[in-house]
């Protein structure tokens, strides 16, 4: 089944201590990427990937690394994690861009306390 | 910069009513495309329609149908007859076509959300 699968499902850590992400999809997308979700904002982009080792940042990439290795997996870094990176985490690849719309993972719940 | 906006952020409508949902977009673009995902209280997000800016046509797909008017910047999206299944939040999304790398050069990666709006149907 194509698919995007992120892990955990669920993440509760503690303020400062290092979690990764994981990001994997099994379509050979070229592009891939993150997003945060928060109540009246909507989604925000975090960082995209064209391809790998191509990465850029989106609107909101303070806080977060990326790196593309592989062409299946984008993982999603957050070196220190500070409570207001409480949100809900969707990572997404396309095809050939954005244009042609994005599939997205089930998405990761994280609490940062 | 490309930016989408739904100003409505909760809409709360009775079984078979009507209901259309506002999106309206800025960009310099003149390609560009424009996207509705559905967000379903599961979580999960659902790809609707997929629309490219030379092509002003409305859609129609069962229940949901798209009006698409670049004079007005907008790419509403309305439900005939809503469902309670249809509650959801409902999300407007803009890419362009020559969306401008923050280190510099063309990108295709950016795909912008607006605010999204809660549509909640009641039995």
């Known amino acids: 089944e194509a698919q995007v699968t992120q892990n955990p499902r669920y993440l509760i850590t503690v303020t400062g201590k290092k979690l990764t992400v994981t990001c994997s999809q099994n379509?050979?997308?070229?592009?891939m990427s993150w997003y945060r979700q928060d109540p009246g904002l909507g989604l925000r982009q975090i960082y995209y990937?064209?391809?790998?080792?191509?990465?850029d940042k989106g609107d909101v990439p303070e806080g977060y690394k990326v790196s593309r290795k592989e062409k299946r997996n984008f993982p999603l870094i957050l070196e220190s994690p500070s409570p207001n990176q409480t949100s809900l985490y969707f990572c997404?690849?396309?095809?050939?861009?954005?244009?042609?719309?994005?599939?997205f993972g089930s998405g990761t719940r994280l609490t940062v306390v | 910069a490309q930016k989408v906006t739904q100003a409505q952020t909760e809409i709360s409508v009775v079984e078979k009513e009507d209901v259309t949902l506002d999106c309206v977009y800025e960009?310099?673009?003149?390609?560009?495309?424009l996207f509705w995902y559905k967000q379903p209280p599961s979580g999960e997000l659902v790809f609707l329609i997929r629309?490219?800016?030379?092509?002003?046509q409305n859609e129609i797909s069962g229940r949901y149908s798209w009006n698409f008017q670049k004079s007005t910047s907008s790419f509403n999206f309305t439900i005939t007859a809503s469902q309670v299944v249809d509650s959801a939040v409902y999300f407007c999304?803009?890419?362009?076509?020559?969306?401008?790398?923050?280190?510099?050069?063309?990108?295709?990666?950016?795909?912008?959300f607006g605010q999204g709006t809660i549509l909640t149907v009641h039995p």
């Open positions: 997404a690849s396309s095809f050939r861009g954005a244009g042609y719309g994005y599939t």
């Open positions: 379509m050979n997308h070229e592009y």
């Open positions: 990937s064209m391809n790998v080792e191509v990465t």
């Open positions: 960009t310099r673009d003149t390609t560009y495309y």
């Open positions: 629309r490219n800016s030379f092509d002003e």
């Open positions: 999304a803009l890419s362009e076509a020559s969306a401008v790398r923050a280190s510099g050069g063309t990108s295709y990666g950016k795909l912008t």
